[in-house]
């Protein structure tokens, strides 16, 4: 688990980035997972949109795709999720 003063700090590095996933009226599957799981590797940290036309809570979401990717949830805000997973092969981000 994060920690709050983790979370602030990813929160700080996540400000910059721009969403590379969408979620729309499809919701969660599969495949999107395995992709998300593949650039959380690649990355550690990433946005995930959710669009307007989805129906479900964004909370639902962030839980599917965290319990999908085992990453952790940094933060929901408005329609955007972020992510954080650290990363095996590229660890990038030290945590404070």
Do not use: C
């Amino acid at each position: 688990m994060l920690t709050g003063k983790q979370k602030r700090f990813l929160r700080s590095k996540a400000h910059h980035l721009d969403p590379i996933f969408q979620v729309g009226k499809g919701g969660v599957n599969e495949n999107m997972i395995k992709q998300i799981a593949d650039a959380l590797e690649a990355r550690e940290l990433l946005k995930v949109s959710v669009l307007q036309n989805f129906d479900e809570d964004k909370n639902v979401v962030a839980q599917q795709l965290a319990e999908g990717t085992k990453a952790e949830i940094v933060q929901i805000i408005g329609n955007t999720i972020v992510l954080y997973k650290e990363s095996v092969e590229n660890k990038q981000i030290i945590l404070p």
